[in-house]
């Protein structure tokens, strides 16, 4: 992505702000929202707000193997309507996406709307708002909003895939507009997320996972242990192409009511793991063939992940007898390094 400058002209602030929309989605730079006009000034300000220089390579993006400088992110984070503060938190999340072992060029260019998944933790939470509790995969929180918004702009700009020519998503998904939380660590009874990844509890983290669906799972409230793990089980679909773990966001009733039952998260896991399963012949050959082939089911029966450790559980959400099941793996974890 060059960084050029346009200028355009206009009699009021609204009309040069709708110009400059309106010359972004010409230019295919935009993902069908409005966006904020970059400019130098802006760019400029973003990029100080990184800690880097302008032309610090952060990571070349496929498929046409862009250049995603400081530089080139900061304006695609100015666009998305990001803050400038929240730079260091948008480069962790596109080097976690660009790990080698991440399938990010798949991800580009398939027909499988599949998409990163970003889940945030340590201090950076609440110091740039980033909510983890009540509506937070949902609207109304601009960090969210913006900064899976901003990875998403320089997936298009910087790596080239653009809707129906480089991206061939056939149906495409409103979770590649923005799919980030971060994890509800104060209503945690377990270890934060992160904290199990290997960092430590003071260190601001972002994941990235490959992801492939949400599932809001409803109920289980008052019912025991056994019975909120059978119903979290029974709603998790196995899901063709998501593959390689499950990311169960586990809502703060449960949380709290697993734990108060001695459960720890490797309990959970295990018992997840014994218990979505199906029989073989719930499922189409094809799918069986590659469920088996990838080490998730036998001559006999489907489950969810390889083995318990691929079943990721998180906290989130606010109060409510409510878990999010989303097809995930691969998870990638960077550290937020402070400006």
């Known amino acids: 992505m060059t960084q050029t400058e346009v ?18 989605y010409e230019q295919g730079w935009t993902d069908g929202l409005p966006i904020i006009p970059a400019t130098a000034e802006a760019v400029k300000k973003f990029v100080a707000a990184s800690g880097r220089k302008a032309n610090d390579l952060i990571a070349s993006l496929p498929p046409r193997k862009g250049q995603a400088t400081v530089e080139a992110i900061a304006v695609n984070a100015v666009m998305a309507g990001c803050k400038a503060e929240y730079m260091p938190v948008v480069i962790a999340a596109i080097e976690g996406i660009s790990d080698p072992t991440y399938p990010l060029e798949l991800m ?9 998944f970003f889940l945030v933790n340590g201090p950076v939470r609440d110091q740039l708002e980033i909510n983890y509790g009540t509506g937070c995969l949902g609207p109304g929180w601009r960090a969210n909003s ?25 149906f495409g998904s409103p979770l590649r507009y923005s799919y980030i939380c971060a994890e509800n660590e104060a209503e945690n009874p377990w270890t934060p997320f992160h904290v199990d990844r290997g960092f430590n509890k003071d260190d601001s983290v972002v994941t990235a996972f490959k992801a492939s669906n949400f599932c809001n799972i409803s109920g289980g409230e008052g019912v025991g242990p056994e019975e909120i793990l059978r119903q979290i089980a029974t709603n ?10 499950v990311l169960l966001l586990l809502g703060v009733n449960h949380a709290q009511s697993l734990h108060e039952a001695g459960l720890t998260k490797r309990d959970i896991q ?8 199906l029989p073989i012949s719930h499922f ?31 906290v989130a959400g606010g109060p409510g007898p409510q878990n999010v099941y989303i097809g995930a793996g691969t998870p990638k974890s960077r550290l937020v390094k402070p400006a």
């Open 236 to 245: 998790m679909p196995p899901m063709y192409g998501g593959g390689d773990g």
């Open 108 to 116: 580009q260019v398939t027909t499988n709307p599949m998409t990163p």
């Open 284 to 314: 189409a050959e094809a799918f069986s063939s590659t469920e088996r082939k990838a080490g998730r089911g036998d001559d006999t029966t489907v489950w969810r992940a390889a083995k318990p450790e691929e079943i990721y559980v998180a």
């Open 146 to 170: 913006t900064i899976g918004r901003a990875v998403r702009l320089a997936l298009i700009n910087v790596g080239g895939a653009l809707p129906g020519v480089y991206s061939k998503t056939s």
């Open 270 to 277: 295990q018992q997840l793991w014994e218990l979505a399963r």
């Open 7 to 24: 200028r355009l002209e206009g009699d009021s602030i609204a009309e040069l702000l709708t110009r400059g929309y309106e010359y972004a």
